[in-house]
């Protein structure tokens, strides 16, 4: 029997709760928007009376439109009015007795044909589900923040969920416009899974005083091309809710890079939050200053060495010679030619400071990075002076980019963090998780991400990211830099990419 759902309560009109009754009810279905007293109450109709104004104001909704959505929307704080629903969805806060005693509540209160969904990010939706006399019928509905933007909604079965009914939420999700992508019940689903260990690991990285804050920000979104760095995220996502699901991650991994950064709890216990209270890892009182420096003055300096080949080596080459400076380059194994350079570029994979003490100088050597179109991460070792640390800054700056300055260390800060995030989604394909077309829309459309970690994998070529990950677990140790086994065995037998191979 395939159900209907004409009418949906939603419990928790909050950030999510009145994003998705607004979501249901541009769909066209009758919806019942249940809060906990009257101020709430009014606080979520005020949600949604600004979201579908905001519309209006724009050009996308009319006037009769706007009053139309609302006009199906029911308000009110008597759980009991939930008894007619099709469907309930669940948006109060993450807290699992608060969400097992509403569940238990549902249970008595709705008709036996009723489905109950949880948004929860995080907590486990069997453990819900098993509050009820109908676990069967308990599933996770996740939508993201924004939902009436963002199209992404993660369905979440349990062992125990009915044959076929995550087919119909799914089917439902479509209807409202949005693409589902159905997992089982593991902490964090797909996307928080992948998106807070990457963040989490941004919080270690800045504690190790591998970059500041702002050029790890700076390198992920002018590098990699992300909507935003991992700070400003962690702050719009509340560093509270990201700490409890590293917790909630931790707990079911065991694994200690899940645990939350010491960062993150100080920031917590502090009350800086993020934006929702005005601070966190940025201020948002005002708005944050730019990280890319002004183009700086032309460095005095009459040689330039390059060591490395490739096409990056050719970029920075072509590019000083248009500045109008004199280059020498030489190969990692002979650095004979660069040796009375003015400052010396490393573009290789040797470590810089490798490099560095084969040179007469070695406070002259700097390694360089390309990143994308816009961005070079400028490493300085131990024995770079700052002078020559400068110079190649001022270099970056002068071919178009934005320096960002780290340590020497393996990956630096993009591919220390890329790299991986794009392993933990291999090893999420493996273990039978999801799909990677599954994997790939749940990043591109839940974050905003300009492509999917195994899109990414295939554009950055699979030997390049395995090679790299290796060397992070050279340096790091990290038993999770380990390439995935399914990587490395694709690599050796020569496959040229991931996606074509896995489906
Ligand atoms: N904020 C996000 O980015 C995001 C994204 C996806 C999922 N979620 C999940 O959505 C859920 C809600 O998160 P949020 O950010 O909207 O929280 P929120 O604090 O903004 O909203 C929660 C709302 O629930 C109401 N509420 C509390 N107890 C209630 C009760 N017993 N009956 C009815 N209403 C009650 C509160 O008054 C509040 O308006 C959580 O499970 C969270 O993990 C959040």
Not at 204 to 214: I, N, P, Q, V
Not at 227 to 240: A, E, K, R, S, W
Not at 322 to 341: H, I, N, R, S, W
Not at 410 to 418: D, H, I, Q
């Amino acid at each position: 029997m395939t159900r209907t759902f004409e009418t949906v309560g939603v419990v928790g009109l909050g950030t999510m709760g009145a994003g998705i009754a607004e979501v249901f009810a541009r769909a066209g279905l009758r919806v019942i928007g249940v809060e906990a007293d009257e101020a709430a109450l009014s606080r979520g109709r005020g949600h949604l009376e600004g979201s579908t104004g905001r519309a209006v104001a724009r050009g996308r909704m009319t006037a009769e439109e706007q009053a139309a959505l609302l006009g199906r929307i029911a308000f009110t704080t008597s759980r009991d009015d939930l008894a007619g629903a099709d469907l309930v969805v669940e948006a109060i806060p993450e807290v699992m007795e608060f969400k097992r005693g509403l569940f238990a509540d549902l249970d008595r209160i709705c008709k036996p044909s009723a489905v109950l969904a949880t948004n929860t990010s995080s907590l486990s939706v069997t453990a819900i589900a098993a509050t009820t006399s109908r676990p069967a019928q308990v599933i996770g509905m996740h939508f993201f923040n924004p939902a009436p933007v963002m199209r992404l909604v993660e369905v979440v079965r349990t062992v125990v969920t009915e044959d076929g009914l995550p087919d119909e939420i799914a089917g439902l999700a479509r209807r409202l416009g949005k693409t589902p992508v159905t997992v089982g019940d593991r902490a964090g689903f797909v996307v928080n899974r992948l998106l807070l260990s990457y963040l989490n690991h941004a919080c270690a990285l800045l504690e190790t005083g591998l970059a500041s804050r702002d050029d790890i920000d700076a390198a992920m979104r002018l590098g990699v091309g992300l909507p935003m760095g991992p700070f400003t995220l962690l702050d719009l996502i509340g560093l509270d809710t990201s700490y409890e699901v590293c917790e909630v991650l931790f707990r079911e991994s065991r694994e200690r890079r899940h645990a939350p950064a010491p960062i993150l709890r100080e920031l917590v216990t502090a009350g800086l939050l993020g934006r929702k209270t005005g601070r966190g890892f940025h201020s948002h009182d005002r708005d944050a200053p730019e990280t890319a420096g002004e183009p700086g003055g032309r460095p005095e300096i009459s040689l330039v060495g390059l060591v490395g080949g490739g096409p990056d080596a050719a970029t920075v080459l072509e590019a000083l010679e248009a500045a109008g400076f004199k280059a020498a380059v030489a190969e990692p194994g002979d650095l004979t030619p660069v040796a009375e350079a003015d400052v010396v570029v490393a573009l290789s994979d040797t470590p810089v400071v490798e490099l560095a003490v084969r040179l007469p100088r070695p406070e002259r050597l700097v390694g360089l990075h390309l990143v994308g179109e816009r961005v070079a991460e400028v490493a300085a070792t131990v024995v770079t002076s700052r002078e020559a640390a400068e110079t190649v800054r001022d270099l970056v700056r002068m071919i178009g980019r934005t320096p960002v300055r780290c340590g020497d260390r393996a990956g630096f800060v993009v591919n220390a963090l890329l790299y991986p995030y794009l392993n933990d989604a291999v090893r999420m394909l493996e273990a039978g998780y999801a799909s990677a077309a599954d994997i790939d829309a749940a990043m591109r459309l839940g974050c905003g991400y300009p492509a999917g970690p195994f899109e990414m994998l295939d554009a950055i070529g699979i030997e390049r990211v395995r090679d790299g990950l290796r060397a992070l677990y050279a340096e790091y140790r990290e038993p999770s830099f380990a390439p995935a086994p399914l990587l490395d065995q694709l690599v050796t037998a020569g496959v040229p990419g991931i996606r074509a191979h896995v489906g």
